[in-house]
Nanobody
Framework: QVQLVESGGGLVQPGGSLRLSCAAS???????????MGWYRQAPGKQRELVAT???????NYADSVKGRFTISRGNAKNTVYLQMNSLKPEDTAVYYC??????????WGNGTLVTVSS
């Protein structure tokens, strides 16, 4: 089992920045077998969507809507993942969820952190 805890959400004005963090904890076996990690978001009344992912080899993938504004990164210990969000827009308002996928095929989700972009 892997537990994911997100932090860093909050209220920010349009054009501002936020940095989300996610830390994974659990058994040594589970932590050592985390492969891809990523961020997803769900806006009110909408389906959850991919924001960005990063592999254990630090390869990255971004949704078109956030390319050039958001940067995903991973700690050297590979059990933490970050999302630097710049030039935030009101349409970025959503609950942001951390995701981790283990090499044995199981995916884990955090409880989410709310990001609100509003003046």
């Amino acid at each position: 089992q892997v537990q994911l805890v997100e932090s860093g959400g909050g209220l920010v004005q349009p054009g501002g920045s936020l940095r989300l963090s996610c830390a994974a904890s659990g058994s040594i076996f589970s932590i050592n077998n985390i492969n891809n990690m990523g961020w997803y978001r769900q806006a009110p009344g909408k389906q959850r969507e991919l924001v960005a992912t990063i592999t254990s080899a630090f390869g990255t993938n971004y949704a078109d809507s956030v390319k050039g504004r958001f940067t995903i990164s991973r700690g050297n210990a590979k059990n933490t993942v970050y999302l630097q969000m710049n030039s935030l827009k009101p349409e970025d308002t959503a609950v942001y969820y951390c995701n981790a996928v283990a090499t044995y095929g199981v995916g884990y989700w955090g409880n989410g952190t709310l990001v609100t972009v509003s003046s």
